[in-house]
């Protein structure tokens, strides 16, 4: 059986291209995936619509990939080579006598190395920068790479031009064009700088210190430049003792090579850091020149070196600027408003706690993740907490996926008040941890109601019955809550009929064991209790009617559903007893009442409040209302006598 060839892609030139994924997908750990990922350049992300699995086609036969393992560990192994390059290229020229001696044998190795890096390229994939996918074709990578800058230069960078001499020659050649042609090696520094923009990149390793070893590495090659470069002008002076180190050292150019070099070091490290002991100058006009030159790329070296420290230093303390900013504007807005110290106090406890548990604000630390992953961590933290209140006890594991899917997570600081008393409902709230107290207000008084902790709830009457928050709701120690929308809940529990019976059951049975203390301080809870059962008896016995009715017929029925039934919560109206043109007392309070399911029932009960018939219904437009379908939540009708029915 003929072996199963794997999908290729084909470009629009007819040229064969593969995905990148073989270079993300590994059958490793996922300890292992992350670390990979940790270092993944943007440049080899898989283009949109590459699927990441085991069905990723492979490379060809002899590519490598450029994120193979084996790979980087010999791409990080040339990086040191490099680091020998760059120290030996500049000494080399100064000491011309090492390159020929004690530090040939070591360059051939070196050059050796990075020959075969040549060798290797021609069969390393690369990313074609207009589609985003590997390219694997033996002809394309090598043309790619010749007709680029890089072959010619990585060539002649590491071409040994003193040996090849000495063999066609056969002696060795002592002059100053092989030290500049060593110089060449220097392209490979490269190298090391795409290594530190990865290591950057890297959340392994400390943005901090790799930008601090970067810097560090840039000023030691400079100083190591210079100081090579200024012996190479003292060595080739026509008179030694008229150089900056003839005037010092008799006879320096017989003299040990590692005495010159310290000299010289000494000199570039001086100057670098501007603090000119003056025993080390100029003699020359080629060495002032020099002079000039170094001292003004010491300037941008400097500003550059400067430059990145404050930023690194700076990132590093801009949220504490950030917090004391924000503190002096509270106090500058408090004392200019006069606000009370209390109230200032809270203002600025919540200031700081915002700052102290800024890596725990759920908002600030999901905000750029997509809705399924921010969706997936709300689950593994606060499912178990959702269950476990007494609102969603028994209902059904969907509708509290869906609620957990939206919540909102919260700190707040001791002695700061969530909820107000008689504001708008807008929210309800879970503890997940800490405690609160739950105040009323009396004759400018506080009087303590009761105390909520963990897995508690409050704000749901509020949001329940539709009505001002009864109490205020303040915070006894740092606390995290939940909070979950008003609008939002509502939305979520209309699909779900049985879980919003569920809802109310659960919600009735738990007024009904509040403390008596807690039942006086609402006078208007008997009422909305009394209303709340009937409407949620009335949903259960119509629902058990309409099941009996379908089996005892055998068939499916349709049966109208009032607006009433059809909504877990029964919608609330405000009626007013009379034509909307007219302006009464009753205009600012009208009655607010539960849909009943006809629209004589509502005749009927406008009627009882108003204590007069009415056969109209219209908005507050002047629309006439003929079907308690199109109404809404909160919606004002206007009931009167006609003055055609009259006549």
């Known amino acids: 059986m003929a072996a199963e060839r794997s ?50 086609p492979p490379l060809r036969t002899y590519i490598i990939a450029p994120y193979d393992r084996r790979y980087r560990w010999w791409q990080a192994f040339l990086v040191l080579l490099v680091v020998y390059s760059a120290w030996s290229s500049p000494f080399e020229l100064a000491f011309k006598e090492v390159a020929t001696g004690s530090l040939l044998p070591v360059d051939l190795v070196v050059d050796a190395f990075f020959a075969i ?89 400390s943005y901090f210190w790799t930008r601090y070893c970067k810097l560090i590495a840039v000023t030691l090659f400079a100083v190591h430049s210079a100081a090579c470069f200024y012996f190479w002008l003292a060595i080739h002076h026509k008179i030694p ?64 070196l400067i430059g990145n420290m404050t930023n690194l230093i700076v990132h590093s303390a801009i949220k504490t600027f950030v917090m004391r900013d924000s503190i002096n504007e509270i106090l500058r807005y408090a004392s200019k408003n006069r606000l009370p110290e209390g109230l200032k106090e809270q203002m600025l406890a919540h200031m700081q706690l915002k700052f102290k548990t800024a890596e725990l ?15 997936s961590i709300a689950q593994h933290l606060f499912h178990k907490t959702i269950e476990n209140t007494y609102l969603f006890e028994d209902v059904s594991e969907d509708l509290i996926s869906q609620m957990v899917s939206e919540i909102k997570a919260e700190y707040f600081p001791p002695k700061v008040e969530i909820i107000l008393q008689n504001e708008i409902p807008t929210d309800f709230y879970v503890i997940v941890s800490g405690a609160v107290d739950v105040i009323t207000h009396k004759n400018g008084l506080e009087q303590l109601v009761t105390k909520l902790s963990s897995k508690d709830m409050f704000g749901d009457i509020g949001v329940i019955f539709n009505v001002p928050q009864p109490f205020t709701v303040r ?111 009753d205009e600012v309070t009208g009655k607010l009442i539960h849909l009943p399911e006809s629209m004589e029932d509502l005749l009927i009960l406008a009627e009882k409040k108003f204590g007069k018939r009415g056969n109209t219904v219209v908005m507050a437009d002047g629309s006439q209302v003929e079907e308690l379908d199109a109404l809404r939540e909160n919606d004002h009708l206007y009931i009167f006598l006609s003055e055609q029915s009259q006549h």
Do not use: C
Not at 31 to 36: F, P
């Open 7 to 56: 999908p290729i892609t084909w470009s629009a030139g007819g040229t064969e291209t593969r995905s990148p994924v073989p270079l993300l997908y590994r059958r490793r750990s996922s300890g292992e995936i992350m670390r990979n990922m940790a270092s993944v350049s943007s440049s080899l992300l898989p283009a949109f619509g590459t699927v990441v699995g085991e069905g990723s």
């Open 117 to 205: 890096d040549i060798i290797l390229t021609f069969f390393v994939a690369y990313l074609d920068k207009s589609t985003y996918l590997l390219v694997d074709d033996h002809k394309q990578i090598a043309v790619r790479y010749v007709t680029h800058l890089w072959f010619p230069m990585d060539l002649a960078s590491t071409l040994p031009f003193q040996t090849i001499y000495r063999i066609f020659a056969g002696e060795m050649h002592r002059g100053e064009v092989f030290g500049f042609l060593n110089l060449l090696r220097l392209w490979r520094l490269r190298r090391v700088s795409e290594l530190f923009s990865r290591l950057e990149k890297d959340t392994r390793f």
């Open 241 to 304: 003792e008229q150089t900056w180190i003839g005037a010092q050292v008799a006879n320096f150019e017989n003299r040990s090579i590692w005495l010159g070099y310290t000299y010289a070091m000494y000199w570039s490290i001086v100057t670098l850091t501007t603090t000119g002991y003056g025993d080390l100058y100029s003699k020359n006009t080629g060495e002032k020149v020099f002079n000039i030159f170094y001292m003004l790329f010491n300037i941008g070296l400097t500003a550059y």
């Open 475 to 585: 915070t006894r120690r740092l606390s995290q809550v939940i909070r979950i929308s008003h609008h939002s809940f509502k939305d979520m529990v209309q699909p779900h009929n049985d879980d919003g019976k569920k809802i109310l059951r659960n919600f009735v049975r738990h007024l009904e064991g509040l403390q008596k203390e807690v039942l006086d301080e609402i006078p208007f809870l008997s009422d909305m209790l009394a209303d709340l059962n009937i409407e949620h008896s009335g949903l259960l016995d119509e629902s058990q009617e309409n099941q009996t009715s379908n089996y005892g017929q055998g068939e499916n029925i349709e049966t109208r559903v009032d607006p009433a039934s059809s909504s877990t919560f029964p919608m609330r109206l405000v009626i007013h007893g009379h034509h909307p043109d007219i302006e009464t007392e």
């Open 361 to 375: 604000q759920q908002e600030e630390v999901l905000e750029d993740l997509p809705k399924a992953i921010r969706s």
